[in-house]
């Protein structure tokens, strides 16, 4: 078996492992990690680290597990991160990974059953993977993938360097992070005692991909306290919460919604709207790239919320807007080095590096918001957070060399 297929058929190995375990984080939670399951994988990879042979393998009482590996050259000290959990936003328990050899460009069979198949119709991106080993879940559940390949990526990558003490590289420490799925990820996560000067979550998407700039996030909850009297003398007396919910989320502007937009549009989604005549609340998130576009939109908000307000006296609407995470790309324009060995990495993995914005975020911005500047690498996988959730293990292998490179890039700079 020639390398490549042998570091595939490893983080196949792993990613499979690690997809099976089920860890789904819990938005209305209070705790931390939101999830006891994810506490299950943590332990996984404390021992899985000891064994490889890393050094200094923590789990700390927030379930971050950190390691260390000790340099052979001169350099500062670099770090690679990736999460835990997975996203609620579909069922993550029972996951079969389903591997299919040598992708031919037609269908993807899922689940037939199901009326699950993926094609270069319903996603075209498959285009750029004819001859790649594709995994996807098996029907009725997300695959996992984000980011259990980064996962798999850095845990391979670092075995590799530890079997071969010849490859160049500076002290390296990795984290593996709980809770990134709810907005959580890095809220306990003490940058000072980790000790590293520059970091890399491997938490992103198609191959080549480098994102060093995401989406300002902001979380909106709106309540709506109506009143509530028999529908037969309602004229002018009833307050219907429920209704004015209603009212509210389509009185949003629909070029305005995460299905309408792309690239660096904004977009308000409302995700959650629970309700009754009595009471209502809507929840939803707020994203845009530029904070000063961001006003502006949560501004037309306001605005709907008061025109309401006129509309229906009777009841008692509250909105509330509070800061999850800020675009990070101001971060890593002061600290060009982070970006630049990011960029010569990926080029010696044998493909052009292509700078993207996130929609979305990673416990990178908030890292970099922390003090240690944290741009986010490919993993290769796509339609994530749902049954049509793919990776290629072609892209995870590129991965995994860009991640050896960064080794050799940092090493005696």
């Known amino acids: 078996m020639d390398e490549k297929n042998e570091i595939k058929e490893k983080l196949y190995l ?7 375990t089920y860890t789904t984080s819990d938005p209305d939670s209070s705790l931390y990690p939101s999830s006891s399951n994810q506490k299950i994988l943590a332990k996984m990879l404390f ?4 064994k490889i042979g890393m050094k200094n393998v923590s789990i700390d009482k927030n379930c971050y597990v950190t390691a260390e590996l000790p340099s052979n050259k001169k350099g500062p000290t670099i770090a690679f991160l990736a999460h835990m959990d997975t996203a609620p936003a579909a069922e993550g328990k029972n996951v079969a990974p389903k591997l299919h050899k040598n992708y031919s460009g037609g269908n993807i069979e899922i689940n037939p059953k199901m009326g699950l198949f993926l094609n270069a119709r319903n996603c075209p991106q498959l285009k750029e993977h004819i001859g790649d080993d594709i995994v996807t879940a098996s029907g ?3 695959l996992g ?8 990526i850095i845990m391979t990558g670092i075995e590799t360097l530890i079997k071969n003490p ?3 590289r500076p002290n390296i420490k990795i ?3 709980p809770d990134e799925e709810v907005g959580q990820g890095v ?12 970091a890399y979550t491997f938490d992103g998407d198609l191959k080549g991909t480098i994102e060093v700039e995401n989406f300002n996030a902001d979380a909106v909850e709106i309540k709506i306290s109506g009143k509530s009297v028999h529908p037969g003398t309602a004229k002018g007396a009833m307050a219907n919460a429920a209704r004015i919910a209603a009212e509210i989320v389509t009185a949003w502007p629909e070029s305005m919604t995460p299905e309408n937009t792309e690239g660096y549009d904004g977009f308000i989604m409302f995700d959650e709207i629970k309700g ?3 009471r209502a609340s809507v929840n939803g998130i707020i994203r845009e790239h530029s904070i000063n576009k961001m006003k502006k939109m949560e501004k037309l908000l306001n605005r709907i919320i008061e025109e309401k307000r006129e509309k229906y006296p009777l009841a008692k609407i509250e909105i509330s807007i509070k800061e999850q995470y800020r675009n990070m790309k101001s971060v890593i324009d002061k600290n060009p080095l982070v970006l630049s060995k990011l960029v010569e990495a990926v080029r010696q993995s044998g493909i052009e590096p292509k700078l993207k914005p996130i929609r979305g975020g990673t416990d990178g911005a908030r890292l970099s918001f922390m003090g240690l500047p944290t741009p986010n690498v490919f993993t290769g996988g796509y339609n994530y957070h749902g049954p049509y959730e793919w990776i290629s293990l072609d892209s995870m292998y590129l991965s995994y060399k860009t991640l050896i490179n960064l080794a050799k890039e940092w090493a005696n700079y």
Do not use: H, Q
């Not at 993938?145 to 798999?152: H, L, M, P, V, Y």
């Open 166 to 168: 010849s490859i160049p």
């Open 14 to 20: 792993r990613l499979e492992r690690y997809c099976k």
């Open 187 to 198: 809220k306990f996560f003490d940058v000072k005692k980790f000790g590293a000067n520059y």
């Open 276 to 278: 009754s005549v009595e």
């Open 145 to 152: 993938a984000d980011d259990k390949a980064g996962i798999a």
């Open 140 to 142: 009725g559940t997300l």
């Open 47 to 50: 021992n899985e680290l000891k």
């Open 175 to 177: 984290a593996f992070t």
